[in-house]
């Protein structure tokens, strides 16, 4: 998993939270705590993957494109993050005479496929607009 992935949901939560469903890059990145160039690359590809448009000038910022209600973190994810759960090194070798060394790989790619298909069955179940209302239903501080 990588961060853009969270990043990605926090901003998409932060502009279904926001009134006017507008905000800088300066605005979201103080929100999520990292600097504003890491959340305009997010935002990038949160706007080519069609979830969120851009307005420029003084009142500009990232407006949604998409409904809350029914986004999935699953659709944010393959946009996102999609692989990441694969390593990107793993042990053995298929040219190994040793049958544990040789098939290792294989073994691992197919379980790391299976464990990311049941990610992304689970994202598919929780919607934007279903973690905005978790985060409004916690108990302020």
């Not at 069609?50 to 003084?58: A, Y």
Request: aromatic share 6%; glycine share 8%; proline share 4%.
């Amino acid at each position: 998993m990588n961060s853009e992935f969270t990043i990605a949901v926090h901003s998409l939560v932060l502009l279904a939270h926001l009134p006017e469903k507008m905000a800088s890059s300066d605005t979201i990145a103080e929100n999520v705590m990292t600097n504003a160039a890491r959340v305009r690359k997010v935002m990038g590809v949160l706007r080519k993957s069609g979830f969120v448009e851009t307005r420029e000038g003084t009142r500009g910022g990232y407006r949604l494109t998409i409904d809350p209600e029914t986004v999935t973190l699953g659709a944010v994810y393959r946009a996102m993050a999609q692989g990441s759960l694969m390593p990107s090194w793993c042990s053995g070798d298929p040219d190994m005479d040793c049958v544990v060394g040789s098939n290792m790989r294989s073994v691992m790619d197919g379980i790391f496929c299976a464990a990311e298909k049941r990610l992304e069955d689970y994202f598919d179940g929780i919607t934007i607009s279903a973690v905005l209302g978790q985060i409004q239903a916690c108990e302020p501080c």
